[in-house]
């Protein structure tokens, strides 16, 4: 689903919710609390994922980034897996839940079409790193927290192809489908396409996206 590559240091602007129902069922082993310092902590792991891989980024590596001994990050999570699994866990639940909220909001099939592709785009362009490690890491997954990015991610495909469908009515739900995910590797690229400013490439992108929908 987003198929990306290496990406120059990108900056943070956007702070990610995490619309959580259940921990556990959401990455097959303890999610904890929430806490700033948690927050800070996956954002360092993603850069070092991205930049190197999962398993190129040791426990000690990712102590020593966070100012703290590779023993101590079992305060806040119980293993690296686990991490890994919060952080995609995450991002796939908080694209589905702002997606779901801004078509709500939306008066009609356009507007919320321009409302998804705003979302992502903020999305695609504050947390490059994150778009990579799902891309390259995902194989690394625990198996329950692999399924249930699956199922998120499955649901947010669903959210904008519904939107498509309903803008363009001789669409069937494949090519809804289809065109949704065309959409989605135009709008991950910017971790090997944003060469350009924050705002000029969130221009780029929305002009992009918009004339691939007809929203033009």
């Not at 689903?1 to 995490?18: D, F, H, N, Q």
């Not at 303890?30 to 806490?35: N, Q």
């Not at 099939?109 to 999305?123: C, D, G, Q, S, Y």
Request: glycine share 6%; proline share 6%.
């Amino acid at each position: 689903m987003i198929p990306l590559a290496v990406w120059e240091t990108p900056s943070r602007p956007l702070t990610l919710p995490t619309p959580r129902s259940s921990h556990e069922e959401a990455a097959g082993t303890s999610l904890g609390p929430v806490t700033p310092r948690r927050q800070q902590i996956l954002d360092i792991a993603a850069d070092l994922f991205a930049a190197r891989g999962f398993h190129g980024v040791s426990v000690a590596e990712l102590g020593a980034a966070c100012g703290i001994s590779g023993p101590a990050l079992y305060k806040h999570f119980e293993s690296k897996d686990a991490m890994l699994a919060e952080m995609l866990v995450t991002i796939s639940e908080t694209l589905l839940a702002e997606g779901r909220s801004r078509v709500a909001q939306a008066e009609g099939p356009r507007e919320a079409l321009e409302a998804l592709v705003e979302w992502h785009i903020e999305f695609a362009i504050a947390h490059r790193s994150l778009i990579v490690v799902q891309d390259r890491d995902w194989s690394s997954l625990p198996d329950q927290a692999r399924e249930r990015v699956r199922a998120l991610q499955r649901a947010y495909v669903d959210v904008w192809a519904t939107q498509v469908r309903r803008f363009d009515t001789s669409l069937s739900p494949e090519a809804s489908r289809t065109r949704a995910h065309v959409l989605f590797g135009l709008l991950n690229s910017t971790p090997h396409s944003g060469r350009l400013p924050d705002t000029q490439m969130h221009d780029v992108l929305r002009d992009m996206a918009h004339g691939a929908l007809g929203l033009a």
